[in-house]
Every structure is written in C-alpha cells, then in structure tokens.
C-alpha cells in the first residue's frame, strides 16, 4: 500500500510541476492520521492556473488508474481538494495557503522533499 500511496503522489506531483504550481510541499501522515498516507500541497497563482492544476492532477493520476473519490472547490478555485485516498492534493491560491497553514496544523507529519520521494 505504501509503494501505491508514492506511486500516486509521485503522478501528483509531476502533473503539478508540468503545470507550473509554486511551492509544493509533501507531508507524510502516515503515521500521524488515518485519512492519508500523503497531503500534496501547491499554490498557483490565479483561478484559471489552480483550475488546470486540479485537471492536470485528475488526468493523470486518472490515466494510472486512480480516480478522484472527491473533488471539492473547483468552481471558486480558492483551494481546490482531490482526494484519491492514499493521497490528498491541496491546490491554493496564495492568500488561503497562508490562512488555513496546513504545513502548520499538520507539522507532526513529516514534510518530504517532493524530488526525493520513493
């Protein structure tokens, strides 16, 4: 389970890079909560940008067989949610990162720099 939970976070994060999100963070929860194995959480700058950041992470973690369980926040684009399971992408704009802080509320996981994930 561990090795899927990589396997998609890395997807997720490749899609997020290949469509310009800033700041991505990797937190492993693991061992901390039972609702995730990984919080992905990037920033883009606008609605459109966070939008296509969300469509690119379905699309591709879709075409390796994992679909969205939940999708919420698309249409105001603020901070969208995907929620795949084993792994939960958090896409913001920049004012709602700084407010809801979930690098802060979830510091007791373990921030994983997203080039070195196995």
């Known amino acids: 389970m561990a090795e899927q939970a990589s396997a998609m976070a890395r997807i997720a994060i490749g899609a997020l890079e ?3 999100a800033a700041d991505i963070k990797v937190i492993d929860i693991s061992e901390v909560s039972v609702l995730a194995d ?3 959480i990037a920033n883009g700058t606008n609605r459109s940008q966070i939008q296509a950041l969300a469509d690119g992470v379905e699309e ?4 390796a067989g994992y679909p969205p369980r939940e999708v919420e926040g698309y249409n105001t684009a603020h901070w969208v949610l995907l929620d795949f399971g084993d792994v939960i992408v958090h896409i913001f704009d920049e004012k709602d990162r700084l407010m809801y802080d979930l690098e802060r509320i979830w510091r007791d996981g373990k921030e994983i720099d997203p080039g070195t994930l196995q």
């Open 18 to 20: 290949d469509k310009k």
């Open 38 to 40: 990984y919080f992905i």
């Open 60 to 63: 591709a973690l879709g075409k």
